[in-house]
Structure formats: structure tokens, C-alpha cells
């Protein structure tokens, strides 16, 4: 008994002793487990006590069990104070010190689509057109069939239109403005429409199913083709802000006639031709023409009297040949990357 006896101080004194060079939480943990664990001292004298005769398990069983409930209480103990000592270095360490200079922090930017958007709605009201929004949910009626698309036109497929129940879709381009207003405006008429348009697309680099437009049109008793040429230039000439060779090519769409597309030299090779022309030198950029006669008489407009012209312009991809941007659905995914992009190529 007396050799079980002295085992058991061993353990105490040494215990005693790790315990005075515990300086944390973590240190005192690894002394918990090396006396409490499984394979710690205290379960070692468990095991002695197997080899000591019967009659003096019970007293020796007690001695171990009061020695367990002592090493345990200096745990606690010491657990409080290691505690306490380590939160009063933590509200320590996270002091303000007013006197230290303020961290820099990122200032945010308008999203480049946004950038885009502003910088054309600026540059048409300079040349005299006012804005109007509409709705982005709309019937077929100011979608389509105001615009002279004929009943079986692809464009009404399901595979081009988001459809709801109740003669309702989401429009696909901002052009429903255009009929809205000529039901309620009378000539003469200039207006630029900016907002969200939806078609039922494969999402790819170079398309979405939704994306930003900003249709325009004028109406009036002398609007020409002269003056839409004329206004695409000097558009395009002051969003890069140089002068830049613009080029019309005939096309088709049903709600003008004639109409054309637009294109631009190409920003990255200058009419050398690359991989972003397609080794064309040019960059289409917009549709435009000039208003159909149907399209005015459905609103009641004399198309005899009054003539217009329009064009529609998809700002994410001016945003793409701005700023450097390959992929339109990066203009989506709300990473932080982008709009440091766009700062450095501002």
C-alpha cells in the first residue's frame, strides 16, 4: 500500500508542478489530458490498483477518487483564471486608438451597365430627347403587334419570349415604349427609353436572357434619314470621345423602313481586324431606320403628314467594348473584380 501510496503523491507533486508553467487555456488542456485522458496518470493508478490486494482496494479506491476531485478542482480553477486573463488581453489587443490614421476602405462605383446607361441618357438629352420609361411586363399588343410583327414572326415563339398567363410577357426590347407614347403623345415627338428587356436565350458569353437597351425615336414633319445618320454619329463620336468611323449597312426589321444596322471600327484593332470583329474591322452596334408607316398609323399618326425614325442600342455590349469585358455574364455575378476593371479603364 505505502509503494501506491507514494505513486500517488508522484502524480500529485508533479501535477503541482505543470500546473505553475501553465500560461493558457490551450497549455492547460494538454495537462488535462495527460492526467484525465484515457491513457493519463490517474487512469495508470486505476490500473495499479488492480495489483493491490482486495482488502485494501476500497481505501485505496477512495484515496484515487479524492485525489481525481482535488487535480480536477485546481483544473477549474485554473481554467477561470486563464479565461479571464485571455479576454482582458483580447478587449486589450482590440482597443481603438483614435490617434492611428483611418484604414482605407474601397469606395464603391456605379455598376458599368449603370456607367453606360447614364453616359447615354446624358449625351441624347444634350441633343434634345427627353427620357420615358414603360413597363417591363406588357401585353403582345405593345411588344409586337403595335411594331407591324406579324402574327407568325419568330420572334412571338415561345423560345425568343418569357409568356405568362393572361396575354402577358416580359418585353423584349424597350421599342413598347415607343407605343405607349405614340397613343398618348402627338408630334412631334423625342424620346430616348432606357430599361431591362428579357428573351428566352441560351446564357452564353455573348448573350442573357436579360440585358439593357435604350431604344430612341423622333417623330416629327421633316424627319429624315440624313438626321438619323447624322445622330449616330455624333452619338458614337462623343461616348469614346474621339472621332470615329461609322458605317450603315441595309436590314431588316419589322417596325422600320428602311432600315439599317450600325456599326463601328473596331476599338481594339482599328479596321485591322481581330478576334473581337472576327477579323472584320467592324463592330456592329446598333439597329435603326426609319419608322414603318403601319407603325404610326396603328397609333393614329399620319404617316402622310409626320415621318420618324428610330434605333436601339444594347448597352452591355458597348459596356464589353468599353471596358475590356469578354463576357456579358460577368456584368451579373456581382464581383468585386469587375468594378475595379471598370475603374481602371474609366
Not at 452564353?204 to 423622333?218: L, N, Y
Not at 470615329?244 to 423602313?257: A, G, L, N
Not at 414603318?292 to 467594348?321: C, F, Q
Request: proline share 5%; aromatic share 10%; glycine share 6%.
Amino acid at each position: 500500500m505505502m509503494s501506491f501510496l507514494e505513486e500517488l503523491d508522484t502524480i500529485r507533486s508533479r501535477f503541482l508542478d505543470e500546473l505553475s508553467f501553465v500560461s493558457s487555456t490551450d497549455d492547460l488542456e494538454r495537462v488535462r489530458v495527460a492526467y484525465f485522458g484515457k491513457k493519463g496518470h490517474v487512469a495508470s493508478l486505476m490500473v495499479s490498483l488492480k495489483n493491490t490486494p482486495k482488502e485494501d482496494r476500497p481505501k485505496l479506491g477512495k484515496v484515487i477518487n479524492d485525489l481525481k476531485k482535488e487535480l480536477s478542482s485546481h483544473i477549474e480553477h485554473s481554467f477561470l483564471r486563464l479565461q479571464k486573463q485571455e479576454q482582458g488581453r483580447q478587449i486589450a489587443s482590440e482597443a481603438i486608438d483614435v490617434t492611428l490614421p483611418g484604414k482605407k476602405s474601397f469606395i464603391g462605383i456605379e455598376h458599368p451597365t449603370q456607367k453606360v446607361l447614364n453616359r447615354s441618357i446624358s449625351i441624347f438629352s444634350s441633343l434634345g430627347f427627353s427620357v420615358a420609361l414603360g413597363p417591363e411586363l406588357d401585353t403582345d399588343h405593345y411588344n409586337f403587334e403595335g411594331l407591324n410583327f406579324s402574327p407568325d414572326h419568330p420572334a412571338r415563339e415561345m423560345q425568343d419570349t418569357f409568356y405568362f398567363p393572361g396575354g402577358h410577357l416580359l418585353r423584349t426590347h424597350t421599342s413598347n415604349v415607343q407605343v405607349h407614347l405614340m397613343e398618348k403623345q402627338k408630334p412631334p415627338i423625342r424620346i430616348i427609353a432606357p430599361g431591362k428587356c428579357f428573351r428566352n436565350e441560351t446564357v452564353s458569353s455573348r448573350s442573357h436572357v436579360f440585358f439593357h437597351q435604350i431604344e430612341g425615336f423622333c417623330i416629327d414633319t421633316e424627319a429624315s434619314f440624313a438626321d438619323l445618320c447624322s445622330l449616330m454619329r455624333s452619338f458614337w463620336k462623343q461616348l469614346f470621345g474621339r472621332s470615329i468611323k461609322v458605317r450603315f449597312r441595309p436590314s431588316y426589321f419589322p417596325f422600320v423602313e428602311p432600315g439599317m444596322e450600325v456599326d463601328i471600327e473596331c476599338l481594339h484593332c482599328s479596321l485591322q481586324g481581330c478576334k473581337l470583329c472576327k477579323h472584320t474591322g467592324w463592330l456592329e452596334v446598333a439597329g435603326a431606320g426609319m419608322i414603318h408607316p403601319n407603325v404610326l398609323d396603328t397609333s393614329n399618326i399620319d404617316p402622310e403628314k409626320y415621318s420618324g425614325y428610330a434605333w436601339g442600342i444594347g448597352i452591355e455590349r458597348i459596356a464589353m467594348l468599353l471596358y475590356g469585358i469578354g463576357d456579358i455574364r460577368t456584368f451579373s455575378e456581382n464581383d468585386s473584380r469587375l468594378f475595379e476593371q471598370v475603374a481602371w479603364n474609366s
